[in-house]
């Protein structure tokens, strides 16, 4: 199918509520866990999460490993809401994790590099998908560790449906109504290589991990 792009930011209060409140345990837990088993060198320096949306990556890494500093942009002060509220639960994390607001490209960081780049779901909201990996490589050091993991796009409206009831069907309907818009907007693994071929980054390996979502980690060029 086609693909249909979704507007970029979730900056609708009742969006961003009811995907603050949803249940991802499962995809963000296995998101973790991918960056622990690809970088386990990783433990010490910072990592930019971006298009946070409510934290809950940048607070899960956070809180598994005390010496690294996390930081997460987002263009929602709907999604920020969230995540501030959740970091203020958890005041032993301040020191080590920052939320920005800021609209990619063009946002303003507070490092001026960062050890690792990563990003959850992000990609397929962006209308030029080249700003997302060029901010990705400006914001990396030289060799950074990456991981992107996105929704690709099924073949059909009737099969991006049935993920839909698959995965969320006791959802409320505008999370539903998203998941669906999501997966339309989606790239498909050949346009994401086609994309970092753009960009010079081809070393990137890009692969399926599940029946809806594709995983693209390796290094940013040396320099
Ligand atoms: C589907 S959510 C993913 C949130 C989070 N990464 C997660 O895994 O739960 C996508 C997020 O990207 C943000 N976003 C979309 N386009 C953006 C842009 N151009 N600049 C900054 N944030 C953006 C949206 O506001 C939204 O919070």
């Known amino acids: 199918m086609r693909r249909i792009p979704e507007p970029e930011l979730m900056d609708e209060a009742e969006q961003a509520r009811a ?31 971006l298009g946070c949306g409510p934290g809950d990556i940048v607070l899960r890494l956070a809180s ?10 987002d263009g929602s002060a709907a999604m920020l809401h969230y995540a501030c509220e959740r970091l203020h639960e958890a ?3 301040s020191g ?27 990609l397929h909201h ?4 080249r700003h997302f990996w060029q901010v990705l490589r400006e914001a990396g050091k030289p060799g950074a560790r990456v991981m ?30 998203d ?14 290589r086609a994309q970092l071929a753009e960009c010079g980054l081809d070393g990137l390996e890009v692969r399926t991990v599940s029946d809806r979502h594709v995983l693209v980690t390796g290094r940013l060029p040396p320099g």
Not at 20 to 34: G, H, I, S
Not at 64 to 73: F, I, N, Q
């Open 96 to 122: 080590r994790v920052q939320f920005i607001e800021g609209v990619l490209p063009g946002a303003t960081l507070p490092l001026p590099a960062y050890d690792a780049v990563i990003s959850n779901s992000l």
């Open 148 to 177: 992107v993991m996105d929704l690709f796009r099924p073949e059909s409206e009737q099969a991006a449906w049935a993920i839909v009831e698959q995965y969320s069907g006791s959802e409320p309907a505008v999370l539903k109504r």
């Open 64 to 73: 598994r490993h005390p010496a690294l500093v996390v930081h997460g942009l």
């Open 126 to 129: 962006l209308h030029e998908p």
């Open 179 to 192: 998941f669906f818009a999501s997966l339309c907007a989606a790239f498909e693994p050949a346009e994401i």
């Open 19 to 49: 995907y603050a409140l949803a249940d991802f345990d499962e995809p963000n837990e296995r998101f973790v866990q991918f960056f622990e088993t690809h970088y386990p060198e990783l433990r010490t320096g910072a990592v930019l999460d």
């Open 91 to 93: 005041p032993a994390l």
